[in-house]
């Protein structure tokens, strides 16, 4: 009897009634809320990133719009053993999972060399100058000295016979050849016809 009372008074009371519709509303817009944040963040959906190395950005937009993904070039560098243009690394990596329209960033390899400023190496000790230009992507083939009056230091840099004025662009990887002083003077050529022509001065004075 006293249960029947109960419910006759929380369903019957303006105040009980009120209360009652006011949980209702707030439940209902709980519930809605987080069904929406669900179907915006696309809740415990995942999608795997593909495999895009070796793939031309192209071919990898494809794929990625396929998926509702996006990409971005971000990067480029230079390899003679992948394809030029060719995607080289993603951020992501392939196997990832990451929610819709998720930007994958690819590097790239570049369709032709990139070049580095060769620097001025003029006198410049020999093991800074190859130190230098090998931290810059280039390759020291042979060292030649030559007369020079300084010792172990840098007169020329050669590539492919010719010698290569400082603020020259090579391509990384170009093969170097440094020519070093080797502490002797050169011997000028008026110095050996002037001592000549003294010795046949002293033996015209003799005659």
């Not at 960033?105 to 190859?130: C, G």
């Not at 050669?158 to 080797?182: C, F, S, Y």
């Not at 050996?192 to 015209?204: N, P, V």
Request: glycine residues 6%; contains cysteine; negative net charge.
């Amino acid at each position: 009897m006293w249960f029947k009372k109960l419910i006759y008074i929380l369903f019957t009371n303006v105040i009980s009634c009120n209360i009652w519709l006011m949980a209702i509303v707030t439940a209902g817009l709980l519930f809605g809320s987080l069904f929406w944040i669900d179907i915006y963040t696309h809740h415990n959906q995942a999608i795997e990133v593909p495999d895009l190395r070796g793939l031309q950005p192209e071919e990898a937009k494809e794929i990625l719009s396929r998926k509702d993904l996006r990409l971005q070039i971000t990067d480029s560098v230079y390899s003679k053993t992948i394809a030029p243009g060719a995607v080289v690394e993603m951020i992501p990596p392939a196997g990832s999972k990451v929610k819709q329209n998720r930007i994958i960033f690819l590097t790239i390899n570049a369709k032709t060399s990139q070049t580095v400023e060769v620097p001025d190496m003029f006198e410049i000790s020999q093991r800074q100058a190859e130190a230098t230009l090998k931290s810059l992507g280039f390759v020291i083939d042979s060292i030649e000295y030559v007369p020079y009056k300084y010792k172990g230091l840098v007169i020329n840099i050669l590539n492919k016979g010719r010698i290569i004025e400082a603020g020259t662009r090579l391509p990384i990887g170009a093969h170097l050849w440094l020519q070093v002083g080797d502490g002797f003077e050169p011997k000028l050529e008026t110095d050996s016809i002037s001592a000549e022509e003294e010795h046949e001065s002293e033996l015209a004075w003799f005659e």
